[in-house]
């Protein structure tokens, strides 16, 4: 954008930058062109990344400001194949590795084991949407760091076609190409590596403060999660209680008050006791 506009106002002046292109040889046009559409790729680029920060930071917070008003977490549903956001994809993996133990939480062992795969589901949730925070950082750091060395092609290029006209007997004609070449495209590798700097420092301090902002959601996410499932355990293990008491009220009453057999009663009491007959 900024390089358009330059290239805009110097061709009005008089010699300007059109001026400069024709005298440059071919190779020296060519590492121009290249530097241009780098330009135009890079501010592409950067406005895109803006965007896309922009609108992943205002999906969070509002995520984040509706989720505080729900009483439940893990029974949060939300259907397959939606376009989620970075904090709804972290709470959609959690809430998906809690329903593999669904019903099954009675104990604090069985907490502890969910919980292992919870803090797992969320780790791998917040590594992909790391990877998905950083895209479009390499082109720009790439453009940062080729720019100049484009540049500088061109600068060199330029360099050795002047002193290679310079083995002879020649004139500024035959000398401008090569100035042309160097000095164009130095000037352009510098319009290229300048805004993608400041860009990619600007856009990369976002992205460490979103990846902060991420890695606090989801340890507050856990913790939130662990204490919903100590609940629904504790629920669990107290209905499993109950059900218990009630199967055991519903039981017949023990037979073990009738005689059995080999068992003596007082109406007829063994024979074998001495003395039993002369008693009676």
């Given at each position: 954008m900024i390089l358009s506009v330059l290239l805009v106002i110097l061709a009005d002046a008089e010699k300007g930058v059109f001026w400069y292109f024709r005298q440059m040889d071919s190779?020296?046009?060519?590492?121009?062109?290249?530097?241009?559409?780098?330009?135009?790729?890079?501010?592409?680029?950067?406005?895109?990344?803006w965007s896309d920060i922009?609108?992943?930071?205002?999906?969070?917070?509002?995520?984040?400001?509706?989720?505080?008003?729900?009483?439940?977490?893990?029974?949060?549903?939300?259907?397959?194949g939606s376009n989620l956001g970075p904090y709804e994809y972290l709470v959609a993996e959690a809430v998906l590795a809690v329903q593999r133990h669904k019903g099954r939480l009675t104990?604090?062992?069985?907490?502890?084991?969910?919980?292992?795969?919870?803090?797992?589901?969320?780790?791998?949730?917040?590594?992909?949407?790391?990877?998905?925070?950083?895209?479009?950082?390499?082109?720009l750091s790439s453009l940062v760091s080729g720019g100049p060395f484009l540049g500088l092609l061109g600068t060199v290029w330029?360099?050795?076609?002047?002193?290679?006209?310079?083995?002879?007997?020649?004139?500024?004609?035959?000398?401008?190409?090569?100035?042309?070449?160097?000095?164009?495209?130095?000037?352009?590798g510098l319009l290229v590596a300048i805004p993608a700097t400041f860009g990619y420092n600007y856009l990369l301090t976002q992205v460490k403060i979103m990846t902060t902002e991420l890695e606090t959601f989801a340890s507050s996410l856990a913790d939130r999660v662990e204490l919903e499932l100590e609940g629904e355990a504790r629920a669990n293990f107290?209905?499993?209680?109950?059900?218990?008491?009630?199967?055991?009220?519903?039981?017949p009453p023990n037979s073990s008050t009738n005689p059995s057999v080999g068992e003596s009663t007082f109406d007829s009491p063994p024979a074998s006791i001495p003395g039993w007959e002369d008693a009676q």
């Open positions: 190779a020296g046009m060519a590492v121009a062109c290249v530097l241009v559409i780098c330009s135009f790729i890079g501010w592409g680029a950067m406005i895109q990344k922009q609108e992943l930071r205002r999906r969070n917070f509002q995520f984040d400001r509706r989720l505080r008003d729900q009483n439940s977490v893990i029974s949060l549903n939300f259907p397959s104990k604090k062992t069985d907490v502890r084991l969910c919980m292992g795969h919870v803090e797992n589901a969320i780790q791998r949730a917040v590594s992909r949407t790391m990877v998905k925070y950083e895209n479009k950082m390499v082109l330029g360099v050795m076609i002047t002193f290679g006209a310079l083995t002879e007997k020649a004139s500024i004609a035959q000398l401008a190409p090569g100035v042309s070449g160097a000095l164009v495209t130095t000037t352009l107290e209905q499993q209680q109950q059900l218990e008491a009630l199967r055991r009220a519903a039981q």
